[in-house]
């Protein structure tokens, strides 16, 4: 076994690497080649139940929530300067266990991270208004009423994460629930465990007091845990809505906090009067970006019927030029899913949308010549409806449909009838029309003529409806890590 990493894949419980309790083991694999990379250990409940418990007595005994956010400024700084540092190693690990091409590797999955981690700690932690004077008021009868408003670190985190984005994922958690004073425990998704691991050395190097951030390795029955512990005060959840239902469920039994953030099927609205260079290169990006599995893509292209035709050749076009192979191979423009199962249902999904009546305009099957490897073609929809599986379900797979409209509303109406609102896009060189229109599109965050590209960590980052609860990144995402307390004196 080729192991792309130097550091250690125990558990991480108290400041500690340990074993855990169990001999159950998770097996980490190349999705490009199918080829086992690591093993980790698969934490028992009672793993998790350490885990919680020493986040839980960092947090009422320890001196991190208790430190002056410049301190732990002070601290996420030193963090940051240690993952600059490694990451080479990052990225490698990265491509090996998300299967993630070079430039994606190095930007989203790792860099963006750190920026957003030197972005909490030298802007958004100085800035905030920790504490604030509460106005006077008069109450009828009772005299003035005033105070303080002060924000205080919510308590013991379970932050669980998806795997397609592992160390960006479980950063956009760890960072504001750092930087609020809280204390964690960390469970990165089974497939894609390694980077998550590493956050371990990071936390060390950092002088991090023991237990503030435990790392755990598992699936299910760690989630599970995590979620329904009565230690635990909050859950920031990232996955399917499938699951992100059940968490919420789950949580609710001991009324914990739940941050959500879940599935989406994204429109980008294409106006007859738009850029259609730009309009085609991110339509043909929310296919390919790590072969669709991006929460965010954008993947349905609804486009003014008068330019339909033309846009369609663009975008085919595009596709035509996507190279589809191993990461490690400098030629790849587009890497695997990440298992046989999630290529099965994606797959599945191609096959539901053919038997509805869409038609196939590239892709659609496993690429030729690429014996090893959970690999399919860029695929692309056409001649689709609104009403149809395949402009409903998220795929996270390299699949994008094309719709056609006739009037802005239509448009509108289209892009907000779905389950989901996490992006969206307005593509048209008249900007106070995309303006408005981006006004109307029921999502957390909307991109006119390519603006944004959806990872500015000073955005705030999130779902409408059942794309999830809650915001990520900045001054937002801080705040979902915070509690607000009141107190008040009188005035005599
Ligand atoms: P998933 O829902 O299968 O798993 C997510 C995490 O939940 C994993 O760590 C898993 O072990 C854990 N889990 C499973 N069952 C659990 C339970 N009962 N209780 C608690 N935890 C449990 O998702 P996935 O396949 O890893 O990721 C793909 C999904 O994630 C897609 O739907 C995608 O849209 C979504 N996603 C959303 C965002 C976002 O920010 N909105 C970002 C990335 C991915």
Redesign the pocket.
Known sequence: MTTPYSFSSRLYIGGRRVDGTSDARLVVRNPATEEPIAEVPEASVEDVRAAVQAARTAFDEGPWPRRKPVERAAALLRMAEEMEHRLPELVAVNMAEAGSVRWLAESIQTRIPVAHLRDMAERVMPAFAWERPMEPTIAPGAGIAQGQLRHEPFGVCSL??????PFF?SM?KLIPALAAGCTAVL?????TPLESLLIGDFADAAGLPPGVLNIVT???E???E??TNPMVDLVS????????R??YA?AAASVKKVVL????KSASIVRADADFAGAARSAIAGITTHAG????LLTRTIVHESVHDELVERILAGLAGVTVGDPADGSTTMGPL?SEA?REKVENLIRTGEREGASIAAGGGRPAGLAKGYFLEPTLFTGVDNSMTIART?F?GPVGVVIPFRTDDEAVRIANDSPYG?AGAVWSADTATAYEIAGRIRAGGVSINGGGAGVNPRAA???YKQ??LGR?WGEFGLAEYLQTKSISWTAR
């Open positions: 669980i994460a998806a795997y397609n984005f994922l956009m469970k990165p998704a089974p497939a598992g699936g299910t760690a989630g599970r995590l979620t959840f990232t996955g399917s809505d499938a699951v992100g059940m968490v789950q953030e879940l599935g989406g599995q991006g929460c965010s990440i999630q998220e996270f996490l980052f999130g779902g794309s999830g990520e």
